[in-house]
Nanobody, 125 residues
Framework: QVQLVESGGGLVQPGDSVRLSCAFI????????MGWFRQGPGKEREFVATITLGGKGSYAGSVKGRFTISRDNAKSTAYLQMNRLKPEDTAVYYCSARRANRGKSYEKENDYQYWGQGAPVTVSS
C-alpha cells in the first residue's frame, strides 16, 4: 500500500516562489512515476507536471519555464518548485503516483493509482 503526503504551500504573493514536497510512504519509490495536478476554485483538476523514473520532467504549457518537478529517490520524495507565481496558480495541488515503465510520461488523471490529500496554494497580494 502506498500513501502520499504533501507539504508546503500556503498564502504567497504574486512573483513569489514556493516548493511543495510529496513524501512517498511505501516500498520501491524508484519504480513509481510521480505527478502533480491542481484544482483551482470552480475548476476541474488539471495536469501540472510529471517526472519519469529516470528523472525527466514534463509540464503543462501554463507552468512550463516557471515550475520544476524533481525527485529524490534516497528520500522517497518528489518536489514541485514553483517560481514566479501568479494569481491564476491558486489551487489545491495534488501529488500522484503510479507504477511505471522507464522513460514513459503520464499526464492523465486516470493514469495514476495513488493520490495525496492536497496542499492549498493561494497567490494573492
Amino acid at each position: 500500500q502506498v500513501q502520499l503526503v504533501e507539504s508546503g504551500g500556503g498564502l504567497v504573493q504574486p512573483g513569489d516562489s514556493v516548493r511543495l514536497s510529496c513524501a512517498f510512504i511505501g516500498p520501491t519509490f524508484e519504480r513509481y512515476s510521480m505527478g502533480w495536478f491542481r484544482q483551482g476554485p470552480g475548476k476541474e483538476r488539471e495536469f501540472v507536471a510529471t517526472i519519469t523514473l529516470g528523472g525527466k520532467g514534463s509540464y503543462a504549457g501554463s507552468v512550463k519555464g516557471r515550475f520544476t518537478i524533481s525527485r529524490d529517490n534516497a528520500k522517497s520524495t518528489a518536489y514541485l518548485q514553483m517560481n514566479r507565481l501568479k494569481p491564476e496558480d491558486t489551487a489545491v495541488y495534488y501529488c500522484s503516483a503510479r507504477r511505471a515503465n522507464r522513460g514513459k510520461s503520464y499526464e492523465k488523471e486516470n493514469d495514476y493509482q495513488y493520490w495525496g490529500q492536497g496542499a492549498p496554494v493561494t497567490v494573492s497580494s
